[in-house]
Each structure stands twice: as C-alpha cells, then as structure tokens.
C-alpha cells in the first residue's frame, strides 16, 4: 500500500508523507530489514543485537513494520506481540536525512494497531519521553545502561563457586522456561531456545545449587563485534548475580572495547552489581524511561539484573 496521507505532527504542523509501510511478513522484507539494522548500527556504532529480526519472527511474524521510499527502508519500528497479553515497542528509527516527516508517527500508529489492548511496553529516551505519552503511555520508571572498557580478564575470587555454575543450555528446558517466566512478563520459550545456541553468544550460564536454578545469564556479542553485552541476568540475590556477571565477564572475548549491560531502575541493587564489578552509568546514554500504556505486566524486578529489551537488543 502506498501511503500519501496528511498527518498533523504533535508540534500542530501538517506533513503528507508518502512512504509504504509495509509489515515485514515475507522473507525478503525481513532479510532488507535485518541488513539495514546491520548497516545502521555499523555506521552509528549502536549496540543492537545480532539477528533480532529473526528472533522477534519467532514470537511473532507480523512484529516488524518499515516505511520504504523507492524500495529503500527509510523508517523502522516494532512491536512484538507475546500471545495475546503482551506486546513491546522498540528498534523505533528513521534514517537521516528523513527525520521529522511524519514517517515514524505513521509507522507507529501502524504498531499500536497490532499491539491493540495488549498491555504494551517500550524503553524511551528523553527527548521522546513526551510524545509516548500524547500516545497514551505512562511512565513508571526509569533505566540505566552501564558500560565499562574492556581490559581483560577478570581476576575470579578464590572461592568463586564453580560447581554450580553450568551452561544454561544443559538445563532442563522446561524448569530454565519457568525461571525466565518470573523475571520476564511472558512466556518466550522460542527465543529461549533459539538464543542459547546463537553463535554470537559468548556464554550463558546458569547458577545451579541442589537441583534448583537460582540465576542466568546471558553474554553476547552486538553487531559490529566491539561491544559486548550481557542481558538477561536474572537471580533470586545479590550474590548469585554477581557470580554470573563474573563468569560473563571472565569470558568476554578479547577484541572488545567495551561491556555493557542495561538494567531496570526500579530493581536498586542493580547500581550495587554496577560498582561491585567495574561498570559506570554512560553520560548521555543514561536515564532512559520507561513506559507502558494498556496498564502495567506483572513480573518480580528484583531478580532482574540485566534485561534484553522486548526488541531483543
Ligand atoms: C524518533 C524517530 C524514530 C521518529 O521518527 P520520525 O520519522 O522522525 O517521526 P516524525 O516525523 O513522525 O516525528 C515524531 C517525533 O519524533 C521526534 N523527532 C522528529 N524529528 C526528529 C529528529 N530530527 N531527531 C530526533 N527526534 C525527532 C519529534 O519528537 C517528533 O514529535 P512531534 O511530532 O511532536 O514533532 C526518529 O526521529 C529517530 O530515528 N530518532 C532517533 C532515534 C530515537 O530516538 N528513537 C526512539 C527511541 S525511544
């Protein structure tokens, strides 16, 4: 379909934009995408993940939307539906050069559609905080994003608790799905499955103790291969998930020029984790927002310690 329709901005001006968005459902709009989140990152040195178009396929074909003029993709946004309760908004962009033309709120209301009345969540930066609100999203907290520079291995304590520390993915499936389900406000068995053996994650391990599961993590690395980020880290304490961080940190590959992990505010321990294994809050980067609109998910935020977003990056 192509769009030539007059939109008034939130500013009261009126743009005609002329765009086709289109939903990525076939193969060959999800391959342009993925390639031009990959151009785009490269360019601005963005620590998105790898293949994050072929994950969200997973959970929900129809997630990912583009705005294209003459074939190129000029406009990107996504909403992830899990089932029918949950939705998330993210990797929400329009290129240079085409910012400001009505092309994203076209985009956007195209994915509040497919949310529909899914409590509906997304990570906000400052300047966008307000105009996710005239969308009818609430902000109920706050994030970070943490970065240190890589410098090598970490020194491991002498007691560090290496037995119980294995790879996640000889866990039972089943039992690391229920443990994931506390921390994260839906069921995500496929991205689970699918992210444990991506061959741009470093380590994922998990801390096991008597049978039962106390914590993962998740070490990867982004496009680009420079930065490294480790999320999710779920633990039920403090010291399980200071013994994961650790273990990824340990693991980093050499070639890395910086560690990053983003976290959720409203769990404080996270700033302790932070300062305990070297990481700073980033200047600008820091003090995103978070918002949800259709009203709030239910998950216990104290365990988590490091989150993927619900756009996977
Ligand atoms: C946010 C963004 C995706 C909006 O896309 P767009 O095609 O510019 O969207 P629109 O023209 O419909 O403008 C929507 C809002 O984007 C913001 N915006 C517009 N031009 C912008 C620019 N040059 N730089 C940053 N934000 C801009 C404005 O707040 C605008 O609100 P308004 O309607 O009140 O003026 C795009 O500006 C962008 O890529 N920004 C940088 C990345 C970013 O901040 N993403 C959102 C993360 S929360």
Not at 293 to 311: C, H, I, L, Q
Request: hydrophobic share 35%; aromatic share 12%; with cysteine.
């Amino acid at each position: 379909m192509t769009e030539s329709e007059e939109i008034r901005n939130n500013n009261g001006s009126v743009v005609t934009t002329d765009i086709e968005v289109r939903c990525c459902n076939t193969d060959a709009l999800r391959d342009q995408l993925e390639s031009t989140i990959k151009e785009w990152a490269i360019r601005d040195n963005w620590p998105a993940g790898y293949d994050s178009i072929k994950f969200s396929t997973l959970i929900d074909p129809e997630a990912n939307f583009v705005g294209l003029l003459n074939k190129e993709i000029v406009s990107m946004v996504s909403a992830v539906n899990y089932g029918d309760q949950l939705s998330f908004i993210g990797t929400f962009l329009t290129a240079d050069g085409h910012k400001g033309k009505g092309y994203g709120t076209q985009l956007f209301r195209e994915c509040l559609q497919h949310a529909g009345d899914r409590v509906t969540g997304l990570y906000s930066n400052q300047r966008m905080t307000e105009w996710y609100k005239r969308h009818g999203f609430v902000q109920t907290g706050t994030c970070s994003i943490f970065r240190k520079p890589y410098t090598g291995k970490v020194d491991l304590p002498a007691d560090f608790p290496v037995a119980c520390i294995i790879p996640a993915k000889d866990l039972d499936f089943a039992d690391l799905c229920r443990f994931d389900r506390s921390y994260f406000p839906a069921d995500r068995p496929e991205f689970l499955r699918a992210w444990l053996s991506h061959p741009k994650v470093i380590l994922a391990p998990a801390f096991v103790k008597d049978g039962v599961i106390h914590g993962y993590g998740v070490l990867r690395q982004c496009i680009g291969d420079t930065i490294c980020k480790f999320g999710p880290l779920f633990a039920d304490s403090f010291v399980v998930a200071e013994q994961l961080a650790l273990a990824m940190l340990n693991a980093v590959p050499e070639g890395t020029e910086i560690v990053q992990f983003d976290c959720l505010d409203d769990n404080p321990q996270t700033d302790r984790l932070a300062e305990k294994v070297g990481f700073s809050p980033t200047g600008e980067l820091h003090g995103g927002r978070v918002l949800w609109k259709n009203g709030r998910p239910e998950f216990d935020v104290s365990g988590v310690y490091a989150y993927t977003s619900g756009a996977f990056g």
